[in-house]
């Protein structure tokens, strides 16, 4: 197979776009993918600030280096999650791939400057660890965003995570959840913009891009990612792909093109209801913000 751009013998084949490409071609393919994505769903702005969420995985690390390469201001946040060897590991390939590219990574350690970690938090609150782990990043994340004066929060959620958050939201017609599930979602109520803008690429072309691109990454997953149910939607999609290259872009796109917008409203109302938290003051729809509550919890249990 020869590469579809320059016509050098290909190292890669993508079945989803019926082509096939040399090493260079491909990293140009991911860099072009991710522009796209951002000028398709106005991601970032010219001059914007970008804080994006790096967890020594493939994906954020990668999306770090081409939002670097397309000349945006970036910096990186890496959220300790206090999950033993898996947070130790995954905060090295972090600061490494920061030093090596002279780029600005800011930290925040949950034991130490929270006073809890995933494991405990999610016993204490009773709540499944990918729950309290999600709740904690999301808050947290946009937290460092508004105090470091960022505009957007940029994530590695590529093509097939969200492919297979939107399979599991329509098993379930989680209205709400379907509502939100958009590439970009704008700022208000004391969030700032949050962006994804690897969902024009797949999880086998990411790990690609950072062999090709000689970056280190965490390869082992969490191990608290047992059970997830992700990870079985995952699999059924790729049952699916194997069989019908381009069916998981499908079904995301037009999802994005032709249905997301009927659901909208559910969210919408959703986002209505919400106050200050009265003990950080960002939006809830309660009294105390569900972060708030499981901090609470935790580090009652933890002392
Ligand atoms: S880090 Fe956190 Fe993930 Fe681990 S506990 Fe679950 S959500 S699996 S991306
Ligand atoms: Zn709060």
Known sequence: MRCRRCKAPAVIELRRHNAGFCGDCF????REQV???????????AGERVLVAVSGGKDSLALWDILLDLGHSVDGLYLGLGIGDYSTSSAAYARAFAARRGANLVEIDLPADLGFDIPTGSRAAKRVPCSACGLSKRHLFNQAAVDGGYDVVATGHNLDDEAAVLFGNVLRWNTEYLGRQLPVLP????????????VRLGEREMAAYCVLRGIDYIVEECPMAEGNRHLAYKEALNDIEERSPGAKAAFYFEFLDKASHLFTSTADAAKADLRPCSSCGSATPGETCAFCKLRARATAASS
Not at 27 to 30: E, G, R, T, Y
Not at 35 to 45: C, K, L, Q, S, T
Request: proline share 4%; aromatic share 4%; glycine share 12%.
């Open 27 to 30: 990293l140009h393919h991911c």
């Open 35 to 45: 522009r796209r994505a951002i000028d398709d769903h106005a991601m970032i702005g």
């Open 187 to 198: 700022a208000g109520q004391g969030f700032v913009r949050k962006v994804k803008p690897l």
